[in-house]
Nanobody, 122 residues
Framework: QVQLVESGGGLVQPGGPLRLSCAAAGPIFRIDAMGWYRQAPGTRRELVATITGAGRTNYADSVKGRFTISGDNAKNMVYLQMNSLKPEDTAVYYC????????????????WGQGTQVTVSS
């Protein structure tokens, strides 16, 4: 199946930057969209940012102007540049990918990574 592996999480001070990376691998025929979601303790998973293969982006209101999502179609990767981080950004960040699976028929897939912890604290 399609596998997603995140990297780049860690501990950062308020106001600091951090960049997350996600690589997709497996029986991929086409990736239609990739993105980032996050989940803090006691909350539901929420959208952070998404990007399509055509480069169209979408952001949660809480991160607009601070976070930037980008992708590399040739490498099947997506990135999240996070600037001006706040304590409320602390969460497990999950990578998402959706598209068509390689095979006799082009079957739809929607998969998630294992998550990477981002902690914003002084």
């Amino acid at each position: 199946q399609v596998q997603l592996v995140e990297s780049g999480g860690g501990l950062v001070q308020p106001g600091g930057p951090l960049r997350l990376s996600c690589a997709a691998a497996g029986p991929i025929f086409r990736i239609d969209a990739m993105g980032w979601y996050r989940q803090a303790p006691g909350t539901r998973r929420e959208l952070v940012a998404t990007i399509t293969g055509a480069g169209r982006t979408n952001y949660a209101d809480s991160v607009k102007g601070r976070f930037t999502i980008s992708g590399d179609n040739a490498k099947n990767m997506v990135y999240l540049q996070m600037n001006s981080l706040k304590p409320e950004d602390t969460a497990v960040y999950y990578c998402y990918a959706g598209g068509l699976r390689r095979g006799p028929a082009s079957l739809r897939y929607d998969d998630w990574g294992q998550g990477t912890q981002v902690t914003v604290s002084s």
